[in-house]
Nanobody, 121 residues
Framework: QVQLVESGGGLVQAGDSLNLSCVSSARAFDEHAMGWFRQAPAKEREFVAR????????DYADSVKGRFTISRDNTKNTVYLQMTDLKPEDTAVYYC??????????????WGQGTQVTVSS
């Protein structure tokens, strides 16, 4: 069973930055597309960003485009989410998703436990 472990969440002020990391235990990590999703209280889990196996192709939700950057280091089995100019509406639990594609959570096979990001105004 593949494990994904996120880290880097926290409490920040509006306009600040945070860097999330997700380490995968998958032996074939460098063959897996990866994604980040988030879920705010009383809301459905929503797509944030995705990256293909090579790191050359990325895609973002409109709400984070230009502020968030997804990247990966296949030598470290790690995918990152660099978040800048954070807004209170970015407050959510952020989840790393593995081996999938698309913007729908059901398209991914593996999930981390989530890391809380809270942005105060």
């Amino acid at each position: 069973q593949v494990q994904l472990v996120e880290s880097g969440g926290g409490l920040v002020q509006a306009g600040d930055s945070l860097n999330l990391s997700c380490v995968s235990s998958a032996r074939a990590f460098d063959e897996h597309a990866m994604g980040w999703f988030r879920q705010a209280p009383a809301k459905e889990r929503e797509f944030v960003a995705r990256i293909d196996w090579s790191g050359r192709s990325t895609d973002y939700a409109d709400s984070v485009k230009g502020r968030f950057t997804i990247s990966r280091d296949n030598t470290k089995n790690t995918v990152y989410l660099q978040m800048t100019d954070l807004k209170p509406e970015d407050t959510a639990v952020y989840y790393c998703a593995g081996r999938g594609w698309g913007t729908v959570p059901t398209m991914y096979d593996f999930w981390g436990q989530g890391t809380q990001v809270t942005v105060s105004s």
